[in-house]
């Protein structure tokens, strides 16, 4: 056989094996969790929902999947997905593979608005409208030192962002530290470690937008990204102006990521590890490791979003089981790389 033939046949069987089990993923995310609500019984719901019909389902199992289930389900594809892309996209813009979306200071910066809302007005609807506002406020501010010489390189960017997250992680400690340990410290430091446990609608209305428009966009900037990969100096020879560019890229990325950030606390190590994992499947172009990396990230950050309601009687906050299974896989990973090398 022709072998762009059995190219595109396993190119193709990749893409329907990633869409198959995000699928099974958003369905299974509906029907598992501390209480087990049957598969089909979340079939008739939904079609209840959709249809007005009055299949077999009881109020309570309705109020489960429609009221909590449905709505932090999807949010936590949209986040999942949105970590990943912009974790791809940083990737590709500073041509290192370490590199996370928080580089440029946004996650600390979030989480500082975030406490800086929860000290002064407890867990509100503010408190995403302050983290989003500084995770913004913190990459300009990047911005801000890295062009002390009216020009912008990446090495500048990364030590930057070092300095932008290392103040903000500071003021987050201040704050801690500051705070009613009765009342303020637990609510601060439970939001810090990320948690869809209290999304609702209202959560999912704030950022639906920002994270559907700037994944769209990533996408459609993804040829691009290929581009800039080459090289200033060859960008501008084929009509690419890599400074507007890698700008717009990285704030998209950091929209996404700002947005992510307000509404569930801080989520580490999926913008990392996912588009790694990406490459594995799909190769290191572009044009397809963005789109394989919001599918997975989607599918990941779910699966961690069931295990964090079921594995025990109290939810566990998603950033500590990002941790637990992302730290030893990016481990396990760097080391089969440096071994392939002969490094050990």
Known sequence: MDKSKVFKKNKTAKWS????????????????????????????????????TNLNASAMESSIVIGIRLPRTILSMLIGA???????????????PLVSPDVLGV??????????????????GITPLYAFGFG?????????FAKAR???????????????????????????????????????????????????YEDL????????????????????INILSLGDEESLSLGINPVKIRFVAIFISTVLTAASVSVVGIVGWVGLVIPHISRIL?????????????ILGA??????????RSASSVEIPIGIITSLLGAPFFAFLLRNVRRSRGEW
């Open 82 to 96: 949105a970590l990943s892309v912009s974790g791809a996209t940083y990737q590709g813009l500073f041509k290192n």
């Open 150 to 200: 009216e020009e912008v390189s990446m090495m500048s960017l990364v030590l930057s962002g070092m300095i932008v997250s290392s103040i903000f992680s500071a003021l987050i400690s201040l704050v801690k530290y500051v705070a009613d340990p009765y009342d303020k410290l637990p609510a601060i430091t439970y939001w810090l470690m990320g948690s869809f446990a209290k999304v609702t």
């Open 282 to 294: 799909v190769g290191v172009d572009h044009k397809d490791l963005i789109p394989a990396s919001c």
């Open 17 to 52: 094996f990633m869409i198959i089990a995000m699928i099974l993923t958003f369905f299974a995310s509906l029907f598992l969790g501390r209480y087990v609500i049957s598969p089909k019984t979340v079939l008739n719901i939904l079609i209840n929902g959709i249809f007005n």
């Open 107 to 124: 996650s600390s910066g979030a989480g500082f608005g975030a406490v800086l809302a929860i000290l002064f007005t407890g867990i509100s």
């Open 299 to 308: 599918i990941f950050l779910t699966l961690v979003d069931i295990i964090a």
């Open 205 to 224: 209305k704030l950022v639906i937008v920002p994270i559907m428009i700037g994944i769209i966009m990533l996408n459609l900037l993804r040829w691009r």
């Open 136 to 144: 913004i406020f913190s990459v300009f501010l990047t911005y801000f």
